[in-house]
Structures are given as C-alpha cells and as structure tokens.
C-alpha cells in the first residue's frame, strides 16, 4: 500500500503546474530548487509542507519546517519566506488551505465549548505543530479530487470541515477558535491589520488602531507586538513597503517617485533608504531585476 506522503508528494508532483480550480482556497507548492529570501503578505491559512525544507521570518521570530508538521497563519502579516531544501530528484512540496472564520465559526456551533482555558497569549501570527494521522487522511482524501473533479462540489466541503475539526483537536484549536470569534484578541487585531492594509497611503495614529480594535492604546500597542511580532509602526511600514514592491513590478521603469506617493511617501529619498534596508537594494535596481525573472 502507498504511504499517504508519498501520495500526497505524487498529487502534488502532478497538479502544481497549475491552480486546482476544483477546490477553491486551495494551493499547491513546488520548487526544485532552494530560493532567496522573498517577501510576501501572507493571509489566514493552514500551510502543510510535504518534502523539504522552508524558512520563514516575521518581524523578530523565524521558523523552520518540513514534512511531519503544519503552519498556522493566523492573521494577515507580512514574512519574508525561503525554501531552503530542494532539488530536481526531491523538490519542495507543500499545499495550503484558506482559513475563512465564517466556516469555522459553522463549525463551532456543533461541537462541545474548548476544555482548554482561551487564552489570547497563545495566539501567534505564525505557529509550526506536529502533523496527525487523521489530518494526513484529509488532505490526501482532499487532493484526491484533483483527479476526481465532478465529486468536489459535494466532497470537497466535507472534507475541509474534517481538515478544520482534526487542527481544532490538535494544540492550536485554540488558536482557531479565536480566529472564528469575533470578540476576540487576535481577531481584534486581525481588525486593525485590515485597516492597515485598506489604508495604507494615510498616516495611522496608534490611537486610531487601538480604536478600531476596542482597545486601549498600552494593551493594543502589547498584543499587536505579541500577535505579529512587530509594533504597530514597523508592521505599517512593512506591508507599506511591499505593496511599493509589487506597484513597482508592475510599472514602467523610473515610476520609483510616483509609486513612492501612491504608498504614502512624501519623499522619494526616505522610501528609497526605507526600501534599501527592508529588501538589501535599491526600489530601481529590485524591479529591473524582478522584470527580468
């Protein structure tokens, strides 16, 4: 009988080339080699890596993982993400899994309230924990509709409640039960990351987040830094400074100023020193190089 890895590693081996558009929220990973630290915004997901290796650093925390584990993205934040263990004979292999609240919070209602105490503290942006047996059954039930499309409409959310109820039962159920909460830390802050991602061209006053997230500036200012690993400000400037990354790609050479004020810049010199220090070079220079692949 197939190990469930080595199937899951075949699965995803043959469909990575492109989007599985039969399970939406779904994504698959393949890398055959190792690659440079990249900067990205990650969003609330459970992220399963099959073969090899990644690093990932968020504000002063950094992660490695691989196979026999899974990664809980609890909240928007920005990371700078690296496979670090690849090779043609045994490339990088991982799938992911959106996190919608609404679904969890379905969930919620049928079962039993959590036995183990909600405590915002054990609430992290980024959460590495040991995979399970019945977690690896879903996921390879899961991916199995790739090959079996006209069954995904009715399987697919059946088995995406069982993904959710197996990571519920594991240590961070916590940790998911409060991203389907409204009323709590993490998704008070996740309330505050939004306005900062809407609103990134304006100046936003600490007061102004405490405020949309219902809290008083010393407790926001506290668990914001525990969530995300990043004061409100850097956390502002970093998502600010990737989004000018991605506008950057995507416009005409010596665009460095305009995209400057469009992110909220008032001088084109700050964003260039900014840029420099966040990504190593310099706003002109990263986009030729990412034009050219």
Not at 121 to 149: F, G, H, I, N
Not at 173 to 200: C, E, F, M, P, T
Request: hydrophobic share 45%.
């Amino acid at each position: 009988m197939t190990h469930p890895l080595n199937e899951l590693r075949a699965l995803v081996l043959r469909h990575a080339s492109a989007p599985p558009p039969v399970l939406p929220g779904v994504t698959l990973w393949s890398s055959r080699r190792p690659t440079a630290p990249t900067p990205t915004m990650y969003e609330p997901k459970i992220y399963f890596p099959l073969q090899g290796a990644k690093r990932l650093s968020s504000g002063d925390r950094t992660l490695k993982y691989g196979a026999g584990s899974f990664v809980l993205v609890s909240l928007d934040v920005p990371v700078v993400g690296a496979v670090i263990e690849a090779s043609a004979d045994h490339p990088y292999l991982a799938v992911s899994l959106e996190l919608d609240p609404a679904s969890i919070a379905a969930l919620l209602l049928e079962l039993p309230p959590a036995t183990v105490a909600d405590s915002s503290d054990a609430a992290k942006a980024l959460m590495v924990t040991p995979t399970t047996e019945a977690m690896c059954d879903a996921l390879l039930r899961m991916l199995r509709l790739l090959d079996a499309p006209a069954d995904a409409p009715l399987l697919a959310p059946m088995i995406e409640r069982e993904l959710l109820y197996r990571v519920l039962q594991s240590p961070r159920g916590v940790v998911l039960r409060q991203i389907a909460r409204a009323d709590s830390r993490l998704a008070q802050i996740q309330r505050a990351v939004k306005w900062i991602r809407a609103h990134l061209a304006e100046s936003l006053p600490v007061e102004t987040l405490a405020g949309i997230a219902s809290m008083s500036v010393s407790s926001f200012h506290r668990h914001f830094k525990a969530v995300t690993g990043l004061s409100p400000l850097a956390f502002h400037k970093q998502v600010r400074l990737q989004e000018a990354r991605l506008r950057l790609l995507a416009a005409p050479p010596g665009a460095v100023s305009s995209v400057a004020f469009a992110v909220g810049y008032e001088s084109a010199s700050q964003f260039s020193r900014e840029y420099v220090r966040q990504f190593g070079i310099s706003p002109g220079r990263d986009a030729a190089r990412l034009r050219a692949g």
